[in-house]
């Protein structure tokens, strides 16, 4: 399974990029999944909802299936944050997985960078960026510079970045 993640600060566009791209390398006949990296306190369950009560009583995973999607929580409650790759070994093989976020992970990443933002750019201090997608020109880096509003033109990046056909 092929990885590319999409980094950037906070509010620089990521997942906004990741769901332009995302339709067009489905079109290009590739099966893809996301990860998303929260840095927040986060549960997608509800208090009150059997899964919920499931968990609380101590279960360590509950599944909840519908006709339509099914999702496995896995409590942690005293566990560290698992690995990437222990988390990527626990997803259904893809053509690729694209990663938002773990941006201290050595795979390869492009970044996201708004100059209006007034961050610093992140890959002169990451060897894992292969190229950065920015709303204004950047001369002078070391990696490829791409159009940030050329959603097409970043997914053919990522291709013959990684190497994955093209249909």
């Known amino acids: ?3 590319m993640g999409i980094v950037g600060w906070s509010g ?6 990741l769901i332009q791209v995302l339709p067009i390398l489905k079109e290009r006949g590739l099966q893809v ?25 101590g279960a360590s995973e509950v599944l909840v299936v519908t006709s339509s ?37 050595p795979h390869p990443k492009l970044e996201i960078h708004r100059q209006s933002e007034g961050k610093p750019l992140l890959c002169p201090e990451d060897p894992g960026i292969v190229a950065v997608a920015s709303d204004r020109p950047l001369p002078g880096l070391a990696v490829p510079v791409l159009d ?3 959603p097409g033109a970043i997914a053919e990046f990522i291709l013959g970045h ?3 056909r093209r249909d």
Not at 71 to 95: G, Y
């Open 1 to 3: 399974m092929k990885v």
């Open 12 to 17: 620089s566009g990521k997942t906004s990029l």
């Open 33 to 57: 999944s996301t990860m998303k990296h929260a840095h927040h306190w986060l549960d997608v369950d509800t208090p009150g909802k059997d899964s919920f009560r499931h968990r609380e009583a």
């Open 69 to 105: 999607r099914w999702v496995l929580m896995h409590e942690s409650r005293e566990e560290p944050e698992p690995s990437i790759e222990a988390l990527i070994d626990r997803m259904t093989p893809v053509d690729l997985l694209l990663i938002e976020g773990f941006k201290t992970h």
């Open 148 to 150: 940030l509003n050329d």
């Open 162 to 164: 990684l190497g994955l």
